[in-house]
């Protein structure tokens, strides 16, 4: 069943409540629960008309109903159009080596993790320039751009959560741990194989106001 804009309500009410009482879960500490400003719908289609794409649907509700960033997951939920930079937040632009092109079709429909080619740790011991050179190239065919996502969240250290906008998995959030060279996969919830941005977002916020029932 699709979301409402009903859902969407109660998502803002229910920040409201996890805000004012105090909750604190992993992450809260920089976002403290509060969303930036929603967007128009003109500013929604601008992004979808320049990236020739359509986001999806319970995303889209989102921006328009409860914010274009802010509180969330982790550290919290990108705005539109940007990501983590450091300790601060930068807009990334389509084509910049990291974001690929939204409107070509994601390229995972199942876990990938392809390390082939590269170096072992033992022949850094035993030829160090070969070991960099392999390294080098390893590293340019792993670190691909991802085409057909965009980035909504960071775990730190590099890991991040991407929206689907594009392709067979459009509309699922995957994760990216290639920084710890686990590959990609798709986020999931119990009894859920794929999980949807409503889906994932209403979870991550069902256990905060978990949190608050049990306080009381």
């Not at 004012?20 to 992004?47: I, Q, T, W």
């Not at 649907?57 to 930079?85: K, T």
């Not at 022949?123 to 980035?151: H, K, M, S, V, W």
Request: net charge negative; charged share 30%; aromatic share 12%.
């Amino acid at each position: 069943m699709k979301p409402s804009v009903d859902d969407f309500r109660e998502i803002v009410t229910d920040l409201q409540r996890v805000r004012e009482a105090g909750v604190r879960v992993f992450g809260s500490d920089s976002h403290r629960f509060k969303m930036k400003p929603v967007l128009s719908k003109s500013e929604v289609r601008a992004f979808e008309a320049k990236h020739k794409i359509m986001l999806p649907e319970d995303y889209r509700l989102f921006l328009l109903h409860v914010g274009r960033g802010g509180a969330g997951p982790a550290y919290g939920l990108f705005n539109l159009g940007e990501m983590d930079s450091y300790r601060e937040f930068s807009p990334w632009k389509e084509g910049d080596g990291f974001v690929g092109e939204l409107a070509a079709a994601f390229p995972h429909e199942k876990p990938w993790n392809d390390l082939s080619g590269r170096p072992s740790s033992e022949l850094a011991e035993t030829d160090e320039d070969e070991y960099f050179r392999l390294q080098e190239q390893f590293e340019r065919r792993y670190f691909q751009p991802t085409n057909g996502a965009i980035p909504i969240c960071h775990l730190g250290c590099a890991l991040r959560q991407w929206l689907v906008v594009s392709g067979k998995e459009a509309g699922h959030v995957w994760n990216d741990n290639t920084a710890d060279y686990t590959g990609f996969e798709p986020a999931s919830e119990v009894g859920l194989r794929r999980v949807t941005f409503f889906q994932w977002y209403r979870r991550w916020l069902d256990d905060a106001v978990a949190i608050l029932v049990r306080s009381a």
